[in-house]
């Protein structure tokens, strides 16, 4: 896979970041090389490898779900625009 410099003005724009012109080729360059090097990523044989959730082994560490505080309600609606039994009030947006 390739990028040409329509696609990176494109990215750059998904992105929100302003390229210049000048820059438009150099990027284009990078990308393509960033490109090159994932694809090579996928020719490494990795049968019988397990998957990693990280590159330092560590486990899980468990506690019991627990509930450890009462019923909020009451506290999460206070400082709401409009609440009523409990529930949030907003604006009907659907006739």
């Given at each position: 896979?390739?990028?040409?410099?329509?696609?990176?003005?494109?990215?750059?724009?998904?992105?929100?970041?302003?390229?210049?012109?000048?820059?438009?080729?150099?990027?284009?360059?990078e990308?393509?090389?960033?490109?090159?090097?994932?694809?090579?990523?996928?020719?490494?044989?990795?049968?019988?490898?397990?998957?990693?959730?990280?590159?330092?082994?560590t486990?899980?560490k468990?506690?019991?779900?627990?509930?450890?505080?009462e019923?909020?309600?009451?506290?999460?609606?206070?400082?709401?625009?409009?609440a009523e039994?409990?529930?949030?009030?907003?604006?009907?947006?659907?006739?």
């Amino acid at each position: 896979m390739s990028v040409d410099q329509k696609t990176v003005r494109h990215i750059a724009r998904l992105a929100r970041i302003a390229v210049r012109d000048d820059e438009l080729e150099a990027l284009e360059k990078e990308l393509n090389g960033i490109l090159d090097w994932v694809e090579q990523l996928g020719e490494v044989d990795v049968t019988g490898v397990e998957p990693m959730t990280s590159a330092v082994e560590t486990a899980m560490k468990m506690r019991d779900d627990v509930a450890v505080t009462e019923n909020l309600q009451k506290e999460v609606t206070r400082n709401a625009p409009g609440a009523e039994d409990g529930f949030y009030v907003v604006p009907k947006v659907v006739e």
